[in-house]
């Protein structure tokens, strides 16, 4: 056990080794939990509130990212990320359902906009008498290829009205500590897809305080893309997520190889990604376009914060070393151009200058070419008003050599505006 910050001792469940433990199932009554399993309840019980109570003392110190990518059925990674952000505080970010709320609300909410949000159950909640309000903890689950772990089994009420979970909470079989919990979600309105399920992961963090060091949700059925050229219409999932770093900047776990995806790259950015967007994200006009439509209601002031919020895959897709560094010399990064007019440096130019503001008014004169001082991509794209644009393409550096010639070996951004 490790002294936290407020002087309370903070330790993992009790270590009582459950060699013997076979499973078993009873009767699901709402607001029990099976006789056999009450022993491991306490036990687990005790892991999940130690949890809560960190983070409600702010004694941890997590560092980490949150996600969103899309994969097949089967779990293959299809779009890679879609967006993500690094994240730092006492608590992990869940989008779990308020404790009072549970038994009314249950894990589904649906914002004025009418997006869906899928909700988590973390450790404060597990433990809760909320949760038990509305769910029974029916057995003991074991499993041949977890032989160092037991389950407790939970599911909803038989005439449960609103979204509910229903899964296996993991226990470390010699110390009775929580290692994750699995679950589907339970809807019998018909808000959350079919198959939607997710998980929580709990380890050890800073001070040996236990923590929840990794969650996602995988909703099937959100969007559907077209495979190939034949048309084919492929049912895809959006997973979303969180995962805390260690001291080494590392996943603290990172099983699916999250981690290595993201490429070691974060937005700081906070970015909400609703499936809709998501869809038009993982298309191939949604890929190289930001239409008018989508830039309706975008939380933007000029065409470099759209690119950055709509698009963060732009910006990391290009190899510069300079884009977020408009002083550094070389490391440039696409090209961009208003209309026909070219605002940026080419591969080539003099260095960029830095950061500023510019009013792109039409009559102005054209940044310099090669052996003047010429404006880098994010300063550019930052002198265009959002008010002014009408849509943005993204050009690839193969097309973009064969349509706008050399010194465009990073791609192309074109901002089309208004007044053409």
Known sequence: PAAGKSGVVMGAAVRRSQPDV????????????????????????????????????????????????????????????????????????????????????????????????????PPALLSSASFLQVHCIDRIVVERSRRDQLGLGFRPAPDNKTAAVEGVL???????????????????????????????????????????????????????????????????????GAFVLGSNDRP??????????????????????????????????????????ELLGAPSTDAWDIVRILRPNWIRR????????????GGLSFVVYLDRMRLSCLMGDARPQGMRTMSLLYGQSVPGRSGEQCLSPQAALASVSAADVASIEYVPPIEAGAIYGMGHGYGVVVVHTRRK
């Open 170 to 240: 993991w226990l470390d079989r010699a110390t009775v500590a929580p290692r994750s919990v699995e679950w589907e979600y339970r809807d019998p309105t018909g808000e959350v897809p079919r198959g939607a399920r997710g998980l929580v992961a709990f380890g050890i963090g800073r001070d040996s305080l236990p923590q929840a060091v990794r969650w996602w949700v995988r909703v099937p059925g959100v969007f559907q893309t077209t495979a190939g050229g034949a048309g084919e219409q492929v049912t895809n999932v959006i997973e979303s």
């Open 22 to 121: 076979r499973g078993t199932s009873g009767e699901c009554v709402v607001g029990t939990v099976f006789a056999p399993a009450s022993g491991l309840w306490q036990d687990a019980a005790l892991g999940l509130r130690i949890m809560a109570l960190a983070e409600e003392l702010a004694m941890l110190d997590v560092r980490g990212g949150r996600y969103v990518r899309v994969l097949d059925r089967g779990g293959k990674v299809q779009h890679g990320i879609v967006d993500q952000e690094a994240f730092a505080r006492s608590t992990m970010p869940y989008p779990g359902p308020r404790l009072a709320q549970l038994p009314l609300t249950g894990f589904a909410a649906t914002d004025r906009a009418g997006t869906l949000a899928c909700l988590v159950p």
């Open 318 to 329: 290009s190899e510069s070393i300079g884009l977020s560094d408009a002083s550094s010399a």
């Open 252 to 293: 603290v776990e990172d099983p699916d190889g999250v981690f290595a995806a993201l490429g070691e790259v974060f937005s700081i950015d906070p970015i909400l990604v609703a499936g809709e967007r998501a869809q038009r994200l993982t298309t191939e006009a949604g890929t190289k376009h930001i239409p008018a439509e």
